[in-house]
């Protein structure tokens, strides 16, 4: 079980594609991981956002998420080496 005392950033990627593809790898391989998602266009606790006002118009839509993949610590250096494969 990954917690904030053990867990270490392994990637951060915007395609659901791509994470979908580290997912499996590291799952094929062993490797326990954890996903954080963070949708870049919802609003924060200091301001409302734009999405109610301007929509999307005019922004990149491939970047709306962002995919954070967790690792144990001690497991970094074999994730790193199997997603390169």
Known sequence: MLNFLNKKELISVYSIKEQARIRDILASNGIDYEIKVINR?????????????????????NIMYQYVIY???????????????
């Open 41 to 61: 266009k919802s609003p924060s606790p200091l301001g409302g956002g734009t999405r109610a006002t301007t929509g999307t118009y005019g922004e990149n839509l």
């Open 71 to 85: 690792v144990n610590k001690k497991d970094i250096e074999r994730a790193v080496q199997v997603i390169k494969e």
